[in-house]
């Protein structure tokens, strides 16, 4: 069985559905909330990053917005789990 440490550098590759592991990881997951919690939080993370990447809203070079574009979407995200 895969421990926390594993299954933390598996989870880019597990999110990408690009490891043969999949099955071991789901197992730890449904057995270990913390891993369950990063695996989400990285989701989050990756997702809202794509997000960000193609948003016309925000100049590049404003790091005070996006850091508040980025905090809103985590409050957001959080609120309706």
């Known amino acids: ?9 598996l989870a880019s590759d597990y999110l990408d559905k690009n ?8 197992l730890h997951l449904l057995m270990c ?5 990063f695996v989400k939080h990285l ?8 997000g960000l990447e193609h948003s016309a809203n925000i100049p590049a ?3 005070e917005q ?9 409050h957001a995200k959080s609120s309706a789990d």
Not at 19 to 26: A, G, V
Not at 66 to 74: H, P
């Open 1 to 9: 069985m895969l421990n926390c440490k594993q299954v933390a550098g």
């Open 19 to 26: 490891t043969p592991l999949k099955w071991q990881i789901r």
């Open 33 to 37: 909330a913390n891993c369950r919690r």
């Open 43 to 50: 989701d989050i993370t990756r997702k809202m990053g794509a």
């Open 61 to 63: 070079d404003d790091a």
């Open 66 to 74: 996006v850091l508040q574009k980025v905090k809103t979407k985590i």
